[in-house]
């Protein structure tokens, strides 16, 4: 009957619901959400396989820890061929290296497993050949040495001859200038005095000039002596030094004798003494023929200038000069051919060695010693293997594609190689080989990628999984890096910020392209993840998050409610609430209604009276109960019975 009014009344139903929709909503458990949809996942299950607990983390320790966290994007993957091959070495990039010489190994300088650099030394070997021809060339040099210093002396001898003779040439052609002028005008006077019939006068100015010519020549013979002494005593000092021959000290004491006589006969010059005859010869008879002779002293100056430009002695000292030079310059050659055979044999080997036939082996690449073959005071032939090196800076990726894929792979296309012992590494690298046939049974053909070996962590013969990039996914993706993934117990799981707390929530993963993993479900666009350091958060929420200080007081064993802060929720956080709330009031009090009018029904009818009517309740079947029971959404949320239950 009660029930009854109540059902007649629309607003106490109204009011009834609404009371009833309250008290769902202040009763039902809070839970913190990452994202809108985010709920469940948060929280354990009752299953075996637990999800990790939140771990709270504040920025200083997180930025400590090196914890990086990064929005979970949507973008277009770099897909293409996969394939698989193995690592190996570029071609020269391996170099037996190789006893240039016969000899003995007198040091090794390095060790298997060594890095070396181009030109750097390897061993040491002494050889008895190279020794030998060293010997040769430094007794060839010092003979050429020797005769350069000789030339280098005559040379300077010839230049001071040279010079010397200058001088002299120099002084004879101003005498002969001075003579050609003296008997020019004598010849002049000589004329005019035979048109005056100046006798007397011309045999006296003959005199005087006589006298003049005299002196002159005096002083010039003068001039040779001292000059002819000095090259004597020159002369005598070299040859009693062996510089010169005697002969040529012979020759210089003659010319200094005849220097003296010179300047005795220029002292007694019997001129003067013929023109004081002429004086008194004058005075009776006018001497016609004089005025031919000096016609022909003119003649015989401008002859005895023209012998003193063009001196003998001064183009015999300028040939000698140029010998001197051309024997200092073959000696030079002879001490530069001197250490020819020897530098042209070390450039044949492609080695360099000491004084003492010591030959120091180098590097011909940059690279690893990988092996090596001798000892110590072990003696070699020629090309004999020393050791092996390796240059693995960078290497090939080979594999087999098919031949229908050929025309998708070209050269230049980047590569991501994966190998077995670096399973969460990637390597990248670019074709640069493609095969010119197709295998006839296998219908392949084979690629090669060079890729760049950091650290040497590629190592020839690793089995390598290769995937060639021809293309990007039609539509984009929401992908992460696969660091941020850890695997528990067979879950793939990631880490999400929530203010200071990082929640483990678990995913569905999709392909991978490189470092980056497709996210199929699990995740929302701009969920912000951990990217760098998500397995360190895994083993402290493991360990029971982060530990308490020595300061903090003890905590009682009680479980923990978690306290949220429901102005911090987003609106949509509230409105997805709200919507969970009427969906659980509404299913609650239709079945409320429609059971109660079953119970109620006969009774109602009895007491209307003339006013019967009937309550026709809505059909609910199963599914429709079971649809609204349940919030399905991308993560599968399930009921929240099992937190309410803990907390209370």
Same mark, same amino acid.
């Given at each position: 009957?009660?029930?009854?009014?109540?059902?007649?009344?629309?607003?106490?139903?109204?009011?009834?619901?609404?009371?009833?929709?309250?008290?769902?909503?202040l009763s039902s458990p809070a839970a913190v959400f990452a994202h809108a949809g985010h709920g469940n996942e948060f929280h354990q299950s009752g299953e075996t396989t637990q999800t990790p607990a939140a771990i709270s983390v504040d920025a200083e320790t997180a930025k400590r820890l090196g914890i990086k966290v990064s929005p979970a994007a949507p973008q277009r993957l770099d897909i293409g061929i996969k394939t698989t091959g193995q690592i190996e070495t570029l071609p020269n990039q391996k170099v037996e290296v190789t006893a240039p010489v016969a000899g003995k190994v007198v040091e090794l300088l390095v060790k298997p497993g060594d890095k070396v650099s181009k030109g750097q030394p390897l061993a040491v070997l002494s050889s008895s050949e190279l020794g030998q021809l060293r010997v040769e060339s430094l007794s060839k040099q010092a003979e050429a040495e020797a005769d350069l210093q000789q /030339?280098?002396?005559? !040379?300077?001898? +010839?230049? &001071?001859?040279? =010079? $010397?003779?200058? *001088?002299?040439? @120099?002084a004879e052609i101003a005498q002969a200038q001075t003579q050609l002028t003296a008997v020019t005008k004598q010849y002049q006077r000589e004329q005019e005095l035979v048109n005056k019939r100046s006798v007397v006068q011309a045999a006296q100015e003959n005199y005087q000039r006589?006298?003049?010519?005299?002196?002159?020549?005096?002083?010039? /013979?003068e001039?040779? !002596?001292?000059? +002819?002494? &000095?090259?004597? =005593? $020159?002369?005598? *000092?070299?040859? @009693?030094?062996?510089?010169?021959?005697?002969?040529?000290?012979?020759?210089?004491?003659?010319?200094?004798?005849?220097?003296?006589?010179?300047?005795?006969?220029?002292?007694?010059?019997?001129?003067?003494?013929?023109?004081?005859?002429?004086?008194?010869?004058?005075?009776?008879?006018?001497?016609?023929?004089?005025?031919?002779?000096?016609?022909?002293?003119?003649? &015989?100056a401008k002859a005895q200038l023209t012998r003193a430009q063009s001196r003998r002695e001064v183009l015999e000292a300028e040939n000698q000069l140029k010998r001197g030079k051309t024997a200092v310059e073959v000696a030079q050659s002879r001490i530069r051919l001197a250490d020819a055979a020897y530098q042209a044999r070390l450039q044949q080997l492609g080695t360099v060695a000491n004084d003492r036939g010591l030959v120091t082996v180098v590097a011909p690449i940059s690279g690893t010693v990988a092996d090596r073959e001798i000892t110590p005071g072990e003696s070699v032939n020629a090309e004999k293997p020393l050791m092996s090196l390796l240059n693995d800076s960078r290497v090939f990726a080979t594999a087999n594609i098919y031949e229908k894929d050929l025309n998708k792979v070209k050269k230049g296309?980047?590569?991501?190689?994966?190998?077995?012992?670096?399973?969460?590494?990637?390597?990248?690298?670019?074709?640069?080989?493609?095969?010119?046939?197709?295998?006839?049974?296998?219908?392949?053909?084979?690629?090669?990628?060079?890729?760049?070996?950091?650290?040497?962590?590629?190592k020839?013969?690793?089995?390598?999984?290769?995937?060639?990039?021809?293309?990007?996914?039609?539509?984009?993706?929401?992908?992460?890096?696969?660091?941020?993934?850890?695997?528990?117990?067979?879950?793939?799981t990631v880490y999400l910020q929530n203010g200071n707390a990082y929640q483990a929530v678990e995913i569905e993963l999709g392909q991978t392209a490189g470092d980056l993993v497709e996210v199929k479900r699990g995740l929302f666009e701009g969920d912000l993840i951990v990217t760098q350091r998500?397995?360190?958060?895994?083993?402290?929420?493991?360990?029971?998050?982060?530990?308490?200080?020595?300061?903090?007081?003890?905590?009682?064993?009680?479980?923990?409610?978690?306290?949220?802060?429901?102005?911090?929720?987003?609106?949509?956080?509230?409105?997805?609430?709200?919507?969970g709330g009427v969906a659980i009031a509404s299913l609650t009090f239709t079945a409320g209604v429609l059971w109660g009018n079953r119970r109620k029904l006969p009774a109602i009818a009895a007491d209307s009276g003339n006013n019967n009517f009937s309550v026709s309740a809505p059909t609910l079947n199963a599914s429709t109960v079971h649809e609204l029971s349940l919030r399905d959404?991308?993560?599968?949320?399930?009921?929240?019975?099992?937190?309410?239950k803990s907390l209370n």
């Open positions: 009957m009660i029930f009854h009014k109540y059902a007649q009344s629309p607003a106490i139903i109204s009011s009834f619901s609404g009371s009833l929709f309250s008290l769902i909503l /030339a280098e002396g005559d !040379l300077k001898l +010839a230049r &001071e001859n040279y =010079d $010397r003779q200058l *001088e002299i040439s @120099a006589q006298v003049e010519i005299a002196q002159a020549e005096i002083a010039q /013979a001039t040779e !002596l001292t000059v +002819a002494k &000095e090259q004597f =005593d $020159r002369d005598k *000092e070299l040859a @009693a030094s062996g510089a010169i021959a005697r002969r040529t000290m012979l020759e210089s004491q003659a010319h200094f004798a005849e220097a003296k006589a010179a300047v005795a006969k220029a002292k007694s010059r019997p001129e003067v003494i013929k023109a004081q005859t002429e004086i008194k010869q004058a005075e009776v008879d006018l001497p016609m023929r004089e005025l031919r002779e000096s016609q022909g002293r003119v003649a &015989e296309q980047e590569v991501r190689v994966k190998v077995a012992n670096l399973p969460d590494r990637t390597f990248n690298g670019k074709i640069v080989l493609i095969g010119s046939s197709v295998a006839g049974e296998t219908r392949v053909v084979p690629v090669k990628a060079e890729l760049d070996n950091i650290n040497g962590k590629l020839p013969g690793l089995f390598a999984e290769l995937e060639i990039l021809t293309d990007k996914t039609a539509t984009n993706i929401l992908a992460i890096p696969s660091a941020a993934v850890v695997d528990v117990s067979g879950k793939k998500a397995p360190q958060l895994y083993a402290q929420s493991l360990r029971g998050g982060s530990k308490t200080s020595k300061d903090e007081p003890k905590k009682d064993a009680t479980p923990k409610v978690t306290e949220v802060n429901f102005n911090n929720l987003p609106v949509s956080l509230w409105w997805a609430g709200i919507g959404d991308n993560h599968r949320v399930k009921s929240q019975e099992t937190e309410a």
